[in-house]
């Protein structure tokens, strides 16, 4: 079975010689790091903190210790952490001996987690003690009964029954590391998804750090960077965007928070001196919202970068005066290509655009619906390529044919239109899926879940418009005949499947059949209509 297509040769050698691939390692990184900025704090999470040189030492224990139970390279381990120091000791001791994490959300429930672990054959599932109100090592007993190919959990922090992560460290000392190189994969990252469970991204240690690297240079990424994560690490916005990887490869300091209050994230930005945080729209207004009213010196914070769903562009225009920095947009994908408006762009570009490619090696362009390319400041479906953008998902050979075009760029699904610049405007979605504040819900999941409940003949899930979110998710359901659906107890049957729960639709309709297209499938935005009609 081809695990996933790859760059053709003939560009890997151009990425090669044009310098963009630089034959680095995420353990070249973190080796180099540890000798450049030895003691600096790397990572402060509450009152714990680790320097460069502690972190590279404690990783290197733990790989050793992960050695010695036996994962190899291009062993699938499954990483569901929140934020915390430790989820950086463990991917690093996962890149240390090549085995791959794949990033799981703390969102995640049962029904993704069995899915990844089965379809990855994951070996080892990594997780939480538990401390933050949920039961992690329950949840990891719930899906090794699922998933045989699961042998171990570890578990960060201590809970009686489970072998934790501190135990596990050895002396590293002499170990013969395995042979790791750039063009590897370095971890599965995964997709927002538009059908079905969410399909697993390979990302190469060459292509990531190429992407860090950059973003660094748009954000200005310095030693006396301070970045305030409050998004979940594992989602690569926070992760690369420039986020705390970028933070760490210039030698800067990782500020972690367990959420994005206002509360905590302003109280950390003072005592900090954080100089840049990342947020989804919906969490950006919150900060609109509560600073005026509150005291805190947020001096500190040059840039607020806002993406992973539309930010308006009245709220946008209310991030200077009202927090007194610079705003980003960022507009990216777990697949590759990220955009970013530019520090120095005018002001009008950064309050109306998502920004324009962060690579000059990035491809995109802007197609119809038969693929034929649009004419600059037409509306159509973004396709792009480039040299960090993935060229096909893990193990999805038949989903990658109707993703990637025969030419390599990924259909990205997102409708857009290109400005005189060259900067992107989102304009909608082609894909199947709703965007709920920056959280990503295939449609075709939740269906399959409603599917399955007996009262339900047919289903379909929609985005309606919200003010604060930007997108709701509404089931829309057609019952079996005589069968009596009641929306309290279909949402615990859907709580019963165990998945994360801002999948769990907002709002649930009842109709007795659905508009369909010309093919007969279920005509969602005629369906999408009828409701707009229906609530206005
Ligand atoms: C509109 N839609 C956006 C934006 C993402 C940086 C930033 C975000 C992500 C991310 C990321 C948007 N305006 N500013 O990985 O590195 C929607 C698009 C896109 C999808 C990707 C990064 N920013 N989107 O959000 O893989 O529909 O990555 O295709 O979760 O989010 O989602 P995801």
């Given amino acids: 079975m081809e695990e996933h297509p790859t760059w053709p040769q003939e560009m890997a050698e151009y990425y090669r010689k044009k310098g963009v691939w630089r034959g680095e390692t995420f353990n070249d990184m973190l080796r180099e ?33 992960f050695h010695t139970e036996g994962l190899q ?94 135990e596990m460290e050895k002396n590293a000392e002499n170990q013969n590391w395995p042979d790791i190189q750039a063009s590897d994969i370095a971890f599965l990252q995964l997709s927002g998804g538009s059908t079905g469970l969410p399909k697993m991204i390979p990302r190469t240690h060459d292509d990531y750090l190429y992407s860090i690297r950059k973003s660094n240079d748009i954000c200005k990424l ?9 998004l979940p690490i594992a989602h690569n916005y926070p992760l690369s965007s420039p986020g705390v990887l970028g933070t760490m490869y210039a030698g800067g300091r990782v500020v972690l928070a367990q959420g994005s209050s206002p509360d905590e994230a302003f109280t950390l930005i003072e005592q900090e001196q954080v100089t840049i945080a990342a947020l989804v729209p919906p969490l950006a207004l919150v900060w609109l919202e509560a600073a005026p009213a509150r005291n805190d010196d947020l001096a500190s914070l040059e840039i607020l970068q806002v993406g992973g769903a539309k930010f308006s562009a009245e709220a946008a225009r209310r991030v200077r005066p009202v927090l ?36 000059p090696y990035d491809e995109v362009r802007v197609v119809d619906e038969d693929g034929t ?28 044919h109707r993703t990637f075009t025969d030419d390599g760029f990924y259909c990205t699904g ?14 909608g979605r082609a894909k199947d ?14 269906e399959n879940h409603l599917l399955a409940h007996p009262a339900v003949h047919d289903a379909a899930v929609i985005a309606i418009p919200d003010e604060f979110l ?40 009842y109709k007795e059949s659905f508009p369909q297209t010309g093919v007969g499938k279920t005509n969602k935005q005629a369906l999408r209509a009828q409701l707009a009609n229906q609530y206005t």
């Fill in 470 to 509: 930007g997108e709701r998710s509404c089931a829309v359901i057609v019952p079996k005949k005589g069968a009596l659906a009641n929306t309290r107890e279909i949402k615990s049957f859907l709580q019963a499947r165990s998945m994360a729960s801002y999948k769990i639709p907002d709002r649930f309709e």
């Fill in 33 to 65: 790091r540890a000798m450049m900025f030895a003691e600096k704090i790397a990572v402060k999470c509450g009152t714990q903190s680790i320097s460069y040189r502690q972190l590279d030492t404690k990783a290197k224990k733990l790989a050793s210790g």
């Fill in 73 to 166: 390279k291009g062993d699938r381990v499954i990483v569901q952490l929140p934020n915390s120091i430790d989820f950086f000791i463990v991917i690093f001791a996962l890149f240390r001996i090549g085995a791959w994490p794949i990033f799981a959300l703390p969102s995640h429930r049962r029904s993704e987690l069995v899915y990844l672990c089965q379809h990855a054959e994951a070996k080892a599932y990594i997780t939480a003690n538990g401390q933050n109100g949920f039961d992690y090592p329950n949840l990891a007993k719930e899906v090794q009964a699922q998933a045989s190919s699961l042998q171990h959990i570890w578990v960060a922090g201590i809970v009686e029954a489970f072998p934790s992560l501190d």
């Fill in 373 to 400: 390319i649009m004419k600059r400041g037409e509306v159509g479906e973004l396709q792009t390529r480039g040299p960090y953008t993935i060229r096909g998902y893990y193990r999805a050979s038949e989903h990658n």
């Fill in 414 to 427: 997102d409708i857009v239109r290109l400005a005189k610049d060259g900067s992107i405007i989102v304009e």
């Fill in 433 to 446: 899926q709703i965007n709920r504040g920056g959280e990503k819900i295939a449609a075709e999941e939740i």
């Fill in 222 to 230: 310095r030693e006396y960077s301070v970045y305030l994560a409050s």
């Fill in 324 to 359: 007194g920095c610079q705003l980003q947009q960022v507009f990216g994908m777990a697949e590759g290509l990220v955009n970013y408006t530019r520090l120095d762009d005018p002001e009008e570009t950064i309050v109306h655009t998502q920004g324009r490619p962060m690579s």
